[in-house]
């Protein structure tokens, strides 16, 4: 049976996984919430309301902290070394790219590693339906 992966933009750069955002981003909330309003606040309008008055929320300077070189060439040799064990087990695999939903309601533009990501899935001939056209 194939091995089928979505990946996004924001997985390119996506930092290993810690509890760091935990309470402070508005997708790491650290309880569940009251009411749909209340994440509707918090998920959507505070975020915004800070980027307006460009306040720095602690969850973004803790995903600006990373070197983003760094990050991407750690997620794209974590993906090879996943993608090597797959083919090992004799699995086809086929990658689905999707855009973020704030490249598809704001300004629309080439993320930044996606030519680096795609000329990586063709040097492994990995099979590729890309939904972030240009």
Not at 28 to 45: K, M, Q
Not at 126 to 133: A, E, G, L, R
């Amino acid at each position: 049976m194939p091995s089928f992966y979505r990946l996004g933009t924001n997985d390119l750069l996506q930092p290993t996984s810690t509890s760091e955002k935990i309470g402070f981003s508005s997708n790491y909330p650290n309880h569940p919430p009251l009411l749909a309003i209340e994440e509707l606040f918090t998920r959507y309008g505070l975020p915004k309301l800070l980027k307006i008055f460009r306040i720095r929320s602690r969850a973004t300077e803790i995903l600006q902290s990373g070197d983003t070189d760094n990050l991407f060439q750690q997620n794209m040799n974590s993906l090879k070394a996943m993608i090597e064990i797959i083919h090992s087990q004799n699995t086809p695999v086929f990658v689905l790219f999707t855009p973020n939903l704030n490249e598809l309601l704001y300004a629309p533009e080439i993320p930044q590693y996606k030519s680096r990501f795609i000329q990586l899935l063709n040097s492994l001939e990995i099979p590729i339906i890309d939904t972030h056209t240009d």
